[in-house]
């Protein structure tokens, strides 16, 4: 068994893994590279910082199985409206922002859940997505509420990164709750 430093170094390395995997999903939508900025991850939520106040889409996904959490895709109007030109071009069908902005956050999700679920051995899997129209306030209180919500501060981590595709002015942040049940499964296999 690994002690709690090589443990968390190992999670960390993985989690780092499975964000380039979801730029990389998330890269073949847009039809760009995608690539990862500002890469943290923190014992609990003390990496919450102020979100920006342009962040008025929010998309979140619970993270059921043999470990919980919840992923957190924010993204101002502007940048939805970036990722729908993208995926769609120039003709523009009856699919609303939503229900992109859904796919979207399954997408990056996804990427994320299985490389974990590979590097770990566990068996998670992604709820199905909710969309909301939020200030960053709003956002804030919802990822505050969930950190609470989830574990004590030992009992999770938080991971938070920024989803960037400069060719296309598309920046979102992409932040992860992730209980603090995963660092046994580390262990394993932190060798």
């Not at 598309?170 to 603090?180: A, H, Q, T």
Request: aromatic fraction near 8%.
């Amino acid at each position: 068994m690994a002690d709690k430093n090589t443990a968390k170094s190992h999670l960390e390395t993985v989690s780092l893994e499975s964000l380039k995997k979801s730029a990389a999903s998330l890269g073949m939508m847009v039809r760009k590279e995608v690539v990862i900025e500002d890469f943290e991850m923190f014992d609990a939520c003390d990496g919450l910082d102020e979100l920006e106040q342009s962040q008025e889409i929010l998309v979140t996904t619970e993270i059921i199985g043999d470990v919980n959490g919840k992923s957190y895709l924010m993204l101002s109007e502007e940048v939805g409206n970036l990722v729908y030109e993208s995926v769609f071009g120039p003709r523009k069908p009856s699919i609303t922002m939503e229900v992109v902005m859904k796919e979207v956050d399954n997408i990056v999700s996804a990427a994320m859940i299985s490389v974990l679920a590979d590097s770990f051995q566990v068996e998670i899997f992604g709820d199905v997505p909710y969309f909301f129209i939020a200030n960053a306030a709003k956002s804030q209180d919802i990822i505050s509420d969930d950190c609470i919500n989830y574990a004590n501060e030992e009992d999770k981590f938080f991971i938070k990164s920024k989803l960037v595709c400069k060719d296309k002015n598309i920046r979102m942040l992409f932040y992860w709750i992730i209980s603090g049940e995963i660092m046994s499964k580390v262990d394993l296999s932190a060798k």
